[in-house]
């Protein structure tokens, strides 16, 4: 049996997340989605908010399950008999910063990483551009899940 992790901060998951996050529930035998967060990223959701639209994203999956994690992603990795990661690529960019990740990761416990292409018509989405472009009044409908587009407009009218 084969058990991979996919991790992020989807802070909020958006669709090229869950085009990924499908695609690699087809290849393994379970899917691990980890939320874990970037300090070097601006934060709008708190973790459980995070994990529950995930949780409620992934429902229809019956391998993937969604979990929070801290520290070392090897570690958890590690700690839940996971094999591989499984990450989403953009582009030369996302390659640029994920290579190195990646070989760090192998060189800590052997852990592989496996990359994803993302779809085409999603290739310019990401948490970032979302939060930006809606923050601005700009409109995110297409690109988000109509539940992290609630929740969206939610969190931005209380700002
Ligand atoms: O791509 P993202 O959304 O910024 O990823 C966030 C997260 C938390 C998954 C990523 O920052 C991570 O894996 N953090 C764990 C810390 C870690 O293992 N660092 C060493 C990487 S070689």
New binding site residues.
Partial sequence: MTRAVC???FDPVTNGHLDIIRRAAAIFDELVVAT???PS?SRLFDPEERLDMLRALCADLPNVTVMGFT????DFCREIDAQAIVKGLRGGNDYEYELP?AQ??SHLTGVETVFVPTNASLGYVSSSLVKEVASLGGDVSGLVPPLVHAHLQERLARS
């Avoid at 520290?71 to 090897?74: A, C, E, K, N």
């Fill in positions: 991790p992020g901060s874990g967060t970037n990223k520290g070392l992603i090897v990740m760090m990761n």
